[in-house]
Nanobody
């Protein structure tokens, strides 16, 4: 079992930045692809970014490409999401997810989820 805990969310003005962290426990995540997803009120959960288990590959949703950056520190069992140039439409609960092996962008492919952290971007 892998337990995931997100942190770093909050309220920020449009154009600002936040850095989300996801700390894993229970198992080392060095063999796990790690993803970030988000869910806004009344909307389905959507893919944001994913990073391969070794950190060499990352994929982003078109809506965040060029503004967000995913990274990982396997020694700290932690994944990060640096969010820059935030927009009001980025407002959502952000979830960290893990799956063993290859990376995918579909939420259904992930086995472990955190509880989420709220990000609110004011205009």
């Amino acid at each position: 079992q892998v337990q995931l805990v997100e942190s770093g969310g909050g309220l920020v003005q449009a154009g600002g930045s936040l850095r989300l962290s996801c700390i894993a426990s229970g198992r080392t995540i060095s063999n796990y692809a790690m993803g970030w997803f988000r869910q806004a009120p009344g909307k389905e959960r959507e893919f944001v970014a994913v990073i391969s288990w070794g950190g060499g590959m990352a994929v982003y949703a078109d809506s965040v490409k060029g503004r967000f950056a995913i990274s990982r520190d396997n020694a700290k069992n932690t994944v990060y999401l640096q969010m820059n140039s935030l927009k009001p439409e980025d407002t959502a609960v952000y979830y960290c997810a893990a799956r063993r092996g290859n990376y995918y962008t579909g939420a259904a492919q992930y086995d472990y989820w955190g509880q989420g952290t709220q990000v609110t971007v004011s205009s």
